[in-house]
């Protein structure tokens, strides 16, 4: 499997931007996706993750409400639309591939990786 993110770019606060992240290889259905971001200094967190079906979405609690993680399978497509972004949104996100059975919260819990793509957001 090969993901590829892009979209980021520099935003100010308050403005939104949408990732996406292509995936190529295994049947896309067939595993979960998440996105993480690390931003400089600090270890890898996890943003928010869909399941195989798009079903169940989980979001980490400093994004609730402000973002929407969503899957097009037919388009082999995730995307991560990021509302009311503030400075410490800044990051580099990537996306990721889990065939994890259950909430796939951790960074472990994820086979496949893209490269990532940076957002920054200016105060």
């Known amino acids: 499997v090969q993901l590829q993110a892009f979209g980021g770019g520099l935003v100010q606060a308050g403005g939104s931007l949408r990732l996406s992240c292509a995936a190529s290889g295994r049947p896309f259905s067939s595993y979960g996706m998440g996105w993480f971001r690390q931003a400089p200094g600090k270890v890898r967190e996890f943003v928010a993750a869909i399941s195989w079906n798009g079903g169940s979405t989980y979001y980490v609690d400093s994004v609730k409400g402000r973002s929407t993680i969503s899957r097009d399978n037919a388009k082999n497509t995730v995307y991560l639309q990021m509302n009311s972004l503030k400075p410490e949104d800044t990051a580099v996100y990537y996306c990721?591939?889990?065939?994890?059975?259950?909430?796939?919260?951790?960074?472990?819990?994820?086979?496949?990786w893209g490269q990532g793509t940076l957002v920054t957001v200016s105060s």
């Open positions: 990721a591939g889990s065939h994890y059975s259950g909430r796939p919260f951790r960074a472990y819990e994820y086979d496949y």
